[in-house]
């Protein structure tokens, strides 16, 4: 197909290709690469080259969302150091002991150095193992791409991006904040397409995993929420990896017994965006705390602290608990209350809340806690709720039942 030479000239622009001519000097179309699906050899084909849990892959962009000062940063670096020294330090399987090229686009070198110096220290481990693995850098004002007399374009960070990849020959590359590594539009889904499309060409051109971190919209992150990301969805649709980062909420700070005051420090990590493996439903918790770094000086004895993330673990309703402790619970639960009323799940319920009878036997519980071993059970078919009358009132009502048979053993 030939083009004229309006069209030939935007296509190269576009395209950051060189054109070919054919006989009459007019530019055309590379041909298309295409292969029969009844005689290829499917069996050959070689699985996916995951580097990190479900969260980075050969040949993909990946993206993790949240606020500003979530912990984004902290996180991801505990996530590249556990690469680059084949730990599993952030509770997530590596499969291979990878390099990582990191370019902050935010912090300065001397940020970025206590960054991996506090985490380090945390973790106890030996700065050499991170030689040869891990590659930082913090470029100022080089973008991917820009604006030029109304046109994209490509900026210079892609050439110099390109370089180092060829140079040091990372397995990741990490672009920390996405907003900061162009100046396009973010709310315009032609600009962001343009800007995907670069990230998405280095991660296939040099078969390495790509990632960066995104800022949230405005107002409250639903954890999973795969249009959380700021700007136009061209930034979500290009990524196959996306992770939402939120703090603990109001009620989950009441179920792990985890004060207001503490709740900030500890944040959740979810699936938002998985097309390339199996979606995991269970979020995967991370406590942030300030880790020193001992480089105090005579003008600042103190030094500085610097935010390290470490895995956490909530703490199970069930933990505690026995078929002894928790058949007594149903016991009581199936005699009704003191006043022959049966309990009740509903949120309204106060003599009659079911949740008082676990925190009864096992005082230590939070209300929240309590709720979720009876949600557990209306679930299984262990307790159900019927028709049944209120002596008290004298009323039609609604209570809950055991069923025996389900009973634990």
């Given at each position: 197909?030939?083009?004229?030479?309006?069209?030939?000239?935007?296509?190269?622009?576009?395209?950051?290709?060189d054109?070919?001519?054919?006989?009459?000097?007019?530019?055309?179309?590379?041909?298309?690469d295409?292969?029969?699906?009844?005689?290829?050899?499917l069996?050959?084909?070689?699985?996916?080259?995951?580097?990190?849990?479900?969260?980075?892959?050969?040949?993909?962009?990946?993206?993790?969302?949240?606020?500003?000062?979530?912990?984004?940063?902290?996180?991801?670096?505990?996530?590249?150091?556990?690469?680059?020294?084949?730990?599993?330090?952030?509770?997530?399987?590596?499969?291979?002991?990878?390099?990582?090229?990191m370019?902050?686009?935010?912090?300065?070198?001397?940020?970025?150095?206590?960054?991996?110096?506090?985490?380090?220290?945390?973790?106890?481990?030996?700065?050499?193992?991170?030689?040869d693995?891990?590659?930082?850098?913090?470029?100022?004002?080089?973008?991917?791409?820009?604006?030029?007399?109304?046109?994209?374009?490509?900026?210079?960070?892609?050439?110099?991006?390109?370089e180092?990849?060829?140079?040091?020959?990372?397995?990741?590359?990490?672009?920390d904040?996405?907003v900061?590594?162009?100046s396009?539009?973010?709310?315009?889904?032609?600009?962001?397409?343009?800007?995907?499309?670069?990230?998405?060409?280095?991660?296939?051109?040099?078969?390495?995993?790509?990632?960066?971190?995104?800022?949230?919209?405005?107002?409250?992150?639903t954890?999973?929420?795969?249009?959380?990301?700021?700007?136009?969805?061209?930034?979500?649709?290009?990524a196959?990896?996306?992770?939402?980062?939120?703090?603990?909420?109001?009620?989950?700070?009441?179920?792990?017994?985890i004060?207001?005051?503490?709740?900030a420090?500890?944040v959740?990590?979810?699936?938002?965006?998985?097309?390339?493996?199996?979606?995991?439903?269970?979020?995967?918790?991370f406590?942030?705390?300030?880790?020193?770094?001992?480089?105090?000086?005579?003008?600042?004895?103190?030094?500085?602290?610097?935010?390290?993330?470490?895995?956490?673990?909530?703490?199970?309703?069930?933990?505690?608990?026995?078929?002894?402790?928790?058949?007594a619970?149903?016991?009581?639960?199936?005699?009704?209350?003191?006043k022959?009323?049966?309990y009740?799940?509903?949120?309204?319920?106060?003599?009659?809340?079911?949740?008082?009878?676990?925190?009864?036997?096992?005082?230590?519980?939070?209300?929240?806690?309590?709720?979720?071993?009876?949600?557990?059970?209306?679930?299984?078919?262990?307790?159900?709720?019927?028709?049944?009358?209120?002596?008290?009132?004298?009323?039609?009502?609604?209570?809950?039942?055991?069923?025996?048979t389900?009973?634990p053993?």
């Amino acid at each position: 197909m030939t083009l004229g030479r309006a069209e030939r000239e935007q296509w190269e622009r576009e395209s950051g290709q060189d054109r070919y001519t054919n006989g009459n000097g007019q530019g055309v179309f590379e041909p298309l690469d295409v292969w029969d699906a009844g005689r290829a050899n499917l069996s050959a084909i070689p699985p996916r080259q995951w580097l990190l849990g479900n969260q980075f892959c050969r040949g993909y962009l990946s993206s993790i969302t949240g606020a500003g000062a979530v912990g984004k940063t902290a996180l991801r670096l505990l996530q590249f150091i556990s690469l680059a020294t084949g730990r599993e330090l952030s509770g997530q399987h590596v499969f291979k002991r990878s390099r990582v090229l990191m370019i902050s686009l935010e912090d300065d070198d001397e940020e970025m150095g206590r960054r991996i110096k506090a985490m380090l220290d945390c973790y106890q481990i030996p700065q050499s193992e991170l030689d040869d693995y891990l590659f930082c850098c913090c470029p100022k004002g080089s973008k991917l791409a820009l604006l030029h007399q109304r046109q994209r374009i490509i900026g210079p960070l892609k050439a110099q991006i390109c370089e180092a990849i060829e140079r040091f020959e990372p397995d990741l590359l990490s672009l920390d904040p996405f907003v900061k590594t162009h100046s396009l539009s973010e709310n315009d889904n032609g600009d962001m397409d343009y800007v995907c499309d670069l990230l998405a060409a280095i991660a296939i051109d040099y078969n390495i995993a790509v990632d960066t971190p995104h800022h949230v919209h405005k107002g409250t992150l639903t954890p999973g929420d795969a249009n959380a990301g700021r700007g136009a969805s061209g930034i979500k649709d290009a990524a196959r990896l996306v992770y939402t980062l939120s703090t603990m909420s109001k009620e989950e700070g009441e179920q792990f017994d985890i004060g207001p005051d503490d709740r900030a420090s500890y944040v959740r990590l979810d699936p938002a965006k998985i097309n390339i493996a199996k979606h995991a439903s269970v979020a995967i918790w991370f406590r942030l705390h300030s880790q020193p770094i001992g480089n105090g000086t005579e003008d600042y004895p103190g030094g500085d602290d610097m935010q390290v993330a470490r895995p956490w673990t909530p703490p199970s309703a069930w933990e505690g608990t026995s078929s002894p402790s928790l058949n007594a619970v149903l016991d009581d639960l199936a005699a009704g209350n003191d006043k022959g009323q049966r309990y009740s799940d509903a949120g309204a319920a106060k003599d009659r809340a079911a949740w008082r009878v676990i925190q009864n036997h096992h005082p230590d519980k939070t209300e929240e806690q309590c709720k979720a071993i009876i949600r557990a059970w209306l679930k299984t078919g262990l307790l159900y709720v019927d028709d049944c009358k209120d002596p008290v009132r004298r009323e039609d009502t609604r209570g809950i039942f055991v069923n025996n048979t389900k009973r634990p053993s």
